[in-house]
């Protein structure tokens, strides 16, 4: 390739360069929501630490990150990361609200209903500080968490992430039922959600409904070939199929 071919090839890597730099943290929070919706925590988290190198100051890039963490289950992590964020903006509801989540999940209930209320009393009413409020009373074990989820419903009307947070927050405390009433909710407002009939899945797999569950993956590789999740949820089934016929075998064989 003569230099001038190589100064062509390289010149669309170098514009898309100069572009994503110019496109500043607003950009990279965006495509870390977008990327968080799909349940893809792992990018979300590398999007929303790209948006803070373009503006410590985002208190959204600060949230998402910790939240990121929070669905990955790394939760010492998401408080390390709540406390830096803090130290910047140390009444943003959102962010007294991650941390209460992280505390809860770490066993540490009575500091994370200290924060929690610390976030209701912050100012406007949002979704996500009533989610998390759910979550910390869900971690106690305590009814009332079903109203703080009907809050954050009621601030959000018609939003399908809602009711997928809710159910994402029922799974955790392995309460499958209501956690497929939420997912029911939600693909009833966004049907083409693959991350949706993954999580159905999940839900009628930990149910013990097999047949639904099979459905459920299947639809999400429909809508999402490449979906990971999905096909390790049809593998799971297969394993299961394969291990009930080995023990009916076995029953068989030696039954009297």
């Not at 999007?47 to 939240?67: I, S, T």
């Not at 790394?74 to 964020?85: M, V």
């Not at 009393?121 to 703080?148: K, N, T």
Request: aromatic share 8%.
């Amino acid at each position: 390739m003569s230099r001038f071919g190589k100064l062509e090839f390289d010149a669309p890597a170098q514009d898309a360069a100069v572009k994503a730099e110019a496109r500043g943290a607003g950009h990279w929070v965006a495509e870390a929501r977008s990327a968080f919706a799909r349940g893809d925590f792992e990018p979300a988290l590398r999007l929303f630490a790209r948006a803070l190198e373009f503006d410590a100051k985002c208190v959204d890039a600060w949230v998402g990150q910790v939240r990121s963490l929070i669905e990955l289950e790394q939760f010492r992590e998401a408080r390390l990361w709540a406390d830096k964020a803090l130290e910047h903006f140390p009444e943003a509801p959102e962010l007294l609200a991650a941390k209460s989540v992280a505390l809860a999940r770490l066993g540490e209930h009575d500091d994370a209903m200290i924060l929690s209320d610390a976030s209701l009393g912050g100012a406007g009413d949002l979704p996500y500080v009533w989610l998390a409020r759910g979550d910390v009373l869900s971690a106690r074990r305590e009814p009332r968490a079903d109203s703080c989820f009907e809050r954050a419903r009621s601030l959000a009307p018609g939003d399908w992430l809602i009711p997928w947070l809710i159910a994402r927050i029922r799974q955790f405390y392995r309460q499958f039922a209501a956690a497929l009433k939420s997912l029911q909710e939600a693909i009833v407002l966004s049907p083409a959600e693959a991350v949706l009939w993954v999580a159905t899945g999940q839900c009628q797999l930990a149910l013990g409904l097999q047949d639904a569950a099979q459905l459920s993956f299947t639809q999400a590789l429909q809508l999402s070939p490449h979906s990971q999740p999905a096909q390790a949820g049809l593998n799971t089934l297969r394993g299961q199929g394969f291990a009930g016929r080995i023990a009916s075998r076995l029953k068989a064989l030696f039954r009297p």
